[in-house]
């Protein structure tokens, strides 16, 4: 069964850094767009960072310079490195697989999100 677990989430001050981590099992995680998107208090799921399977990077316009998104292949993890962060980086932040599932056949996957909190 395909499962994403996040974890790294947690409350840090404006200015501070998290990194958060997705670890991958039941895909074939090679064969897999990876995603961070985030959802605020009253707003919509928004993306914040995805990587191709072939290691293309895409940011949305609010973290560019601040966020890196990174895969390893070998652990079957996605990563997001935040810095600098803002107040209005709070939210729950799931992470997304699109590709191929252990069967050879499409599947998208979510995880159960993590929640950051950042205070001013």
């Known amino acids: 069964q395909a499962q994403l677990v996040e974890s790294g989430g947690g409350l840090v001050q404006a200015g501070g850094s998290l990194r958060l981590s997705c670890a991958a099992s039941g895909i074939i995680f090679g064969f897999n767009d990876m995603g961070w998107f985030r959802q605020a208090p009253g707003k919509k799921r928004e993306m914040v960072a995805t990587?191709?399977?072939?290691?293309?990077?895409n940011y949305a316009d609010s973290v560019k310079g601040r966020f890196t998104i990174s895969r390893d292949n070998a652990k079957n993890t996605v990563y997001l490195q935040m810095n600098s962060l803002k107040p209005e980086d709070t939210g729950v932040y799931y992470c997304?697989?699109?590709?191929?599932?252990?069967?050879?056949?499409?599947?998208?996957?979510w995880g159960q999100g993590t929640l950051v909190t950042v205070s001013s």
């Open positions: 990587i191709t399977s072939g290691d293309s990077t």
């Open positions: 997304n697989a699109n590709g191929l599932g252990r069967d050879y056949r499409h599947l998208e996957v």
